[in-house]
C-alpha cells in the first residue's frame, strides 16, 4: 500500500503510466475509434496531402490516406511488435543470465562471452545486418531484434544472481539440501524480478523505437502496413512542404516511448532505493 | 550404553582459494581448517572458541558438507562421509543441521515464514500436505511461536523470533547434530538467556547434540560440556568446559579467557592479555601457529608443530592441549606469579 502511494505521488511516472494506458486502450479499441476506416489502408488520390483539417485531424497523405487513422491503426502493431520481442528477449536472456550467474565453468563463461560480443556492437546495427539477411518483413525484424536484446536481459540477470549466489539465504538452501532447479527458479528468479521488470518496461519504449527505425530505414514493415517508422519513411520526400505526413506518427513514437520511460524510470525508482535521486 | 562417538574428526584439512583462474594469476592457498582431530559424542554439547578468522565457521561448513575437505577423515556414526562430492556429502550428512549467524538473512526475504517451512519438508518428500501442516505446527509450537507467524515476511521478525525460526527450520528435519554459528550474536542480554534457554529445552527434547561456534565465553561455560580452542585452523586445546575455564594449559587458552571479561575479582590475575592481530592464514608460522605472540615460545616452537596431547593432570576426563611448554604455563598460573611478561600482560 505505502509503494501504491509512493507511486502516486511520483508524478513523471504517473504521468508515463497515463500515457501507457491510453496507448494500451488505442491499441485494443483503436479499430472501433478510427474516423475514416475506409481511408486507412485504401487510397483516395483526389485528397492527396490535405493539411490537418476538421475532417482529418493530422491531414491526409501521398496517397490521399487518413493520417489520424493510420496512427491509430499503427499502435497496436507497434506494441505487439514491442511486447513480443521483449517476451523473446525475456525468455532467451533471463535463463541465460541465471545459469551463467550461479554456476561457475566454462559454459558459464561462454554465455558471458557472447553476451558481451552482442554488447560490443551498437544493437541497431546488428539488427540491420540481420534484418537483412533474413529478407524484408516486419518478422524478420521482430527476430532480428529479439536476438539482439537478450544480452541486455542476460548482463542485468547475471549480475543480480552472482550477487545473490553467496548470500546467506541461497547458502541455508543448499544447506538443506533444495536442488539447484528450485533455488534458480523459486528464490533466485523472483529476486530478481525487479530489475527484469524495470528493464522490460523501458525496453518497451526502446523497442518501438528501434522498430520504427528500422521501418524508416526499409528492414521492418512493408507498404501498406501503417507501421509508424514507415509512415514517416514514406513522407521523407514531400518534406518540409508536407510536415504533417512525418511529423504525427513521429509525434506518436515520442509520446509512447516518452511513457515507457517515464514509467519504467518510476518503477526503478520505486524497487532499488540505491538508485534513487532526488528530482525537484 | 555409551557406544563409539557420533561424529568423528580426523586430521580434517579445509583449503580455500589455490588453484588459477583463466588467464588469472595462480591464487594463494588458505588452509582455514588445518588437520583438525576431534570427536563428538552422541548428546553432548561442544564449543569451538577462537578470534575471526581461526576457521570456526569454516570447520562447521566443512563439517557440514557445504565445502569439500581437502584431506582427512570425517565419520558419522562410524560411517565415512568424507572424501565425497558436495552434493553427495550433504545428502550423507542430513542429520547435521546448520543454524546461521545471521538467521534472519538466511530467510528469502520474499517467501512468508509458513512458506519457507513448507518448503523445507516439501524438499524433504513430505508430500503429504496435512502432514507438513502438522509437523511445522508441532515445531512452531516447539520453539515457543504461534500459527500467526506463518503469514509473516523474515523482516517482520525480531532477533530472538528469527533464531526460534532458524532453529525450527533444521529441526522440523529431525536432525540429530545441529550446529549453531554464534547463536546469540546481536541479541540483547534477557532475549539471549531465553533463546539459550530454549537451546537446552529443546535439546534434551530431541535428544540433540550441539557443536556450538562462538567466541562468547560466557556462553560457553553455561551451555556446553566440552571445548575445543581453535588458533589459525587448528585446535589447540581440548576437553571438558570446567577444567578448561578452572586452569586452562595452552597460552592462547589463558589469553582468550583473561580478555572476557569476569564478575569474579581477581580470578583470571596473571593471565596475559594478547596483542597484535592473529598472523594472515595464508602465511602461519613455522611449527606452532601462536609462537609469534607467545611469550613461551623457543627454538623448538619455531621448529616443530605441537600435537594435541594429554595434559597428564587431567587426562582422566579428555584434557588435551597442543604446546610444547604447557608445563610451564601450568606451574606458573599454578605459582601465581607472571610467567608471561613479554605478552602483554598488565
Known sequence: ?280 | MKSGPILSLENVVSVYGGGRSWLGRAQPEVRAVDGVTFDVQEGEALALVGESGCGKTTLAKTVLGLLRERSGNIRLDGKLVSGLTPQQARLARMTIQYVHQDPGAALDPWWTIGHTLDETLRIHAVSDRAERARRIEEMLSAVGLDSSFLRRYPHELSGGQQRRIGLARILILHPRIVILDEPTSGLDLSVQATVLGLFDELRHQFGLTYIFVSHDLSVVRRMCDRVAIMYLGRVVELGPTEPIFRAPVHSYTRALLSASPSLTPGQLDGMPSLRDDPPSPSAVPSGCGFRTRCALADRVCSAHRPALEAVVDDAANGHMAACHHWQDGLFSSADGSLAMHGVGAQ
Open chain 1, 1 to 280: 500500500m505505502l509503494i501504491i502511494r509512493k507511486f502516486l505521488r511520483d508524478v513523471p511516472a504517473m504521468m508515463g503510466f497515463a500515457i501507457i494506458c491510453t496507448v494500451i486502450g488505442i491499441a485494443v479499441f483503436g479499430s472501433m475509434l478510427v474516423p475514416h476506416p475506409h481511408l486507412v489502408f485504401e487510397s483516395d488520390l483526389l485528397r492527396r496531402f490535405e493539411p490537418p483539417s476538421a475532417e482529418f485531424w493530422f491531414g491526409t497523405d501521398n496517397l490521399g490516406r487518413d493520417i489520424f487513422s493510420r496512427v491509430l491503426v499503427g499502435t497496436q502493431g507497434a506494441l505487439t511488435v514491442a511486447l513480443t520481442v521483449v517476451a523473446v528477449a525475456i525468455a532467451i536472456g533471463v535463463p541465460l543470465g541465471i545459469y551463467a550467474g550461479y554456476t561457475t565453468g566454462w559454459l558459464s563463461e561462454l554465455v558471458m562471452r557472447v553476451t558481451d560480443m552482442f554488447l560490443a556492437v551498437p544493437q541497431i546495427i546488428l539488427a540491420l545486418a540481420i534484418a537483412q539477411l533474413a529478407g524484408r518483413g516486419l518478422g524478420s525484424a521482430m527476430t532480428a531484434l529479439a536476438l539482439t536484446y537478450w544480452p541486455f536481459f542476460c548482463r542485468t540477470v547475471y549480475a543480480e544472481t552472482r550477487r545473490l549466489r553467496h548470500s546467506v539465504f541461497i547458502e541455508a538452501l543448499e544447506g538443506l539440501g533444495a536442488s539447484r532447479t528450485r533455488i534458480l527458479f523459486a528464490h533466485v528468479l523472483p529476486n530478481v524480478a525487479s530489475p527484469i521488470i524495470v528493464r522490460a518496461t523501458v525496453g518497451m519504449g526502446f523497442t518501438i523505437l528501434t522498430t520504427a527505425l528500422l521501418g524508416f530505414l526499409g528492414v521492418g514493415a512493408t507498404a501498406p502496413s501503417p507501421d509508424w517508422g514507415l509512415a514517416i519513411a514514406e513522407s521523407r520526400e514531400y518534406l518540409p512542404d508536407m510536415w504533417w505526413a512525418a511529423t504525427f506518427p513521429g509525434l506518436a513514437i515520442l509520446f509512447t516511448v516518452l511513457g515507457f520511460n517515464l514509467f519504467g524510470d518510476g518503477l526503478r525508482d520505486l524497487i532499488d532505493p540505491k538508485l534513487r535521486r532526488s528530482r525537484s
